[in-house]
């Protein structure tokens, strides 16, 4: 029985159950405007793939623009939805990009942002169902990025609201899930406990260097799998030195993982063939 594109890729995305997973999104450009000029982003990306990030996120036209060293080291999970700062309701997330269009410009991975709360709430969840069927379709992991944010939570406690947000990634289907994780060790670690696929952790808005050191500690000792962090790294002084930063952090305080789900699934099959079993469905 061969292995599913999916379990494959997701697998070389997450490297190894005892490695935490460092992701660096930066397409913060379609909602922001350019943070630097042209040759300053990419020695921003050749820092991040030289200095121990995994992964990053960017909007499907700079695929074609990445430096093929670049490409190499770093996974790039693309994407497909978007807002910018200017619209009447930034918190409504639309989609900009097609699942298997990405997975033909060169995509590890998708992913995708929904704000639970907002104003429009059902065409973001339904845009996250979508997603996942497309993935299922294409063999791409999901990454869901879901946050909180709207009228419809503001009444309601962080913990609650987040814990849900992890509910709602894992059962539309979705591989990963970027949560804003805040609050205590303990708290952050029911989240995490409460989420059967790997929990990031967002990095959030830009910090001191202590204040940040000291999240990441934290998070990483709530069981989260890792940090989805961009500008506290790709806005610091040097970049580079802050991902080897990040890196030494996340490995001194990375509590170990569940095996994921799908690769799981994957690896027993391969086992019950391998030994002339068969799977019951």
Avoid: W
């Avoid at 070389?12 to 397409?27: A, M, T, W």
């Avoid at 503001?154 to 804003?180: C, F, M, N, Y």
């Amino acid at each position: 029985m061969s292995r599913s594109g999916k379990s494959l890729r997701l697998e070389r995305l997450l490297k190894s159950e005892q490695s935490p997973f460092f992701v660096v999104p930066i397409d913060h450009t379609v909602t922001d405007g350019p943070f630097t000029d042209a040759r300053s982003y990419d020695r921003i990306l050749g820092a991040l793939a030289d200095n121990g990030a995994d992964a990053i996120v960017v909007h499907k036209g700079r695929l074609g623009l990445l430096n093929t060293s670049v490409y190499s080291k770093l996974s790039v999970i693309v994407h497909i939805s978007a807002s910018t700062r200017y619209a009447a309701d930034p918190n409504y997330k639309y989609a900009v990009a097609d699942v298997e269009d990405c997975l033909h410009r060169g995509a590890d991975a998708i992913s995708v942002h929904v704000n639970v709360g907002a104003v429009t709430e059902d065409q973001q969840v339904r845009m996250l169902a979508d997603a996942a069927d497309a993935c299922e379709r294409a063999g791409l992991p999901l990454l869901a990025m879901v946050y909180p944010r709207g009228p419809g939570v503001k009444d309601r406690p962080l913990s609650e609201t987040v814990s849900h947000a992890a509910a709602l990634a894992t059962d539309l289907g979705a591989d990963i899930v970027k949560l804003p994780l805040s609050g205590s060790i303990a708290e952050m670690k029911q989240i995490v406990d409460s989420c059967p696929i790997p929990v990031l952790t967002a990095g959030g808005s830009q910090v001191s260097d202590a204040q940040f050191s000291q999240f990441i500690g934290e998070v990483m000792k709530s069981g989260a799998r890792g940090i989805a962090a961009g500008r506290n790294v790709f806005m610091a002084a040097d970049p580079g030195a802050k991902v080897r930063e990040v890196r030494r952090i996340l490995q001194a305080n990375f509590v170990g993982t569940r095996p994921h789900p799908q690769i799981v699934l994957a690896s027993t099959a391969e086992r019950a063939v391998a030994a002339g079993g068969q799977l019951r469905s």
